[in-house]
């Protein structure tokens, strides 16, 4: 029995020093560690699930009393994951929790907006005309509203580069074989598409009606698209070729109304100065601007994943243009 007894208190101890170690909070046997992510009353560990949501409730109310509402307090967890405290270059917080400084960049606007894939194959002449065809409902809906305009068509340009990097990466997974980094790619891709619409968000606040637009128009092209990707990854890459040239006319387009005084150049929304690395007193055309070199770039690399299946290859046999902005 001495012995039995001895035994588990060694364990104790050993666990709670495991604990203490990982920085993780419980208390084991009267020993208390600390949890990175905050304080919990008592560990599981020697508790029952009783007592342990006696603690919580606890816990809850204290959190009520101490204050307030979740804007007052941070985040609670005993997991030992602590937000990070990120500064800027200049020493002042990073307030954006959706991107980090290490994801911001400089876009280049020298790239050549007039490269144009001129549609020889059947494929490529169907992505053409599916592209145009789709055009012109868009250009009737929305008209000279160029701002509510590129917020709902980001809206549908962030879905391509997330469903091809899901399919990829499932391939990858069957087949046991590296995805030459296209899966990273075009999930960069659609997260840069998904950047746009949190920029233009900012500018230009959806309605009821485009909300439940949003919702139908995105459900359909994603089902499409991913249908059409599982059907011809060349079609599917060269369609979003032809979608990425039309944004860079669109965009065009809007630049022209700004420079015509048809639409204020407001001040650039704050998230976009911190994403691009723009100037303080950046404004709405240099947002525009920024973001049509984006589609540029995007425009290349799906011409690029879709001549690469045309030549019988692989997108795993080509190194993917990652960071390529």
């Known amino acids: 029995m001495m012995m039995m007894m001895s035994r588990g ?71 030992g994951i602590q937000p990070s405290k990120i500064t800027k270059q200049d020493g002042t917080e990073w307030k954006w929790n959706c991107f980090r400084p290490w994801e911001t960049y400089k876009a280049d606007v020298s790239i050549d907006l007039e490269k144009h894939h001129a549609p020889v194959t059947f494929l490529d002449k169907m992505a053409f005309w599916t592209v145009k065809a789709l055009r012109y409902p868009t250009d009737m809906f929305f008209q000279r509203r160029y701002g509510c305009r590129a917020m709902m068509l980001e809206t549908v340009a962030a879905v391509p580069g997330m469903v091809g990097g899901m399919l990829l990466h499932c391939k990858s997974l069957r087949r046991f074989e590296h995805s030459g980094g296209w899966i990273k790619a075009l999930l960069e891709e659609a997260e840069n598409e998904r950047m746009h619409l949190m920029t233009f968000m900012e500018v230009a606040k959806p309605k009821w009606y485009e909300r439940a637009l949003v919702i139908t128009v995105q459900g359909v092209f994603f089902n499409a698209y991913f249908l059409g990707y599982l059907l011809s990854p060349k079609f599917a890459h060269r369609m979003v070729g032809y979608l990425e040239e039309e944004a860079i006319h669109s965009y065009t387009e809007f630049l022209k109304e700004l420079d015509k005084g048809n639409i204020e150049n407001v001040p650039a929304p704050a998230i976009a100065i911190d994403y691009w690395q723009l100037p303080p007193d950046s404004t709405l055309r240099d947002v525009v601007m920024v973001v049509r070199a984006d589609e540029a770039h995007h425009r290349d690399v799906n011409h690029f994943a879709s001549d690469i299946h045309y030549q019988g290859r692989e997108l795993r046999e080509a190194a993917a243009p990652i960071g390529y902005h």
């Open 9 to 79: 208190g060694t364990n104790r101890v050993a666990n709670a020093a495991l604990l203490a170690a990982k920085g993780v909070s419980g208390e084991v046997g009267g020993v208390r560690a600390v949890y990175g992510g905050g304080v919990r009353s008592e560990s599981t560990l020697a508790l029952s699930e009783k007592e342990n949501n006696h603690h919580v409730g606890e816990k809850k109310v204290d959190l009520s009393s101490a204050g307030g509402n979740k804007e007052d307090n941070g985040i609670v967890s005993y997991w």
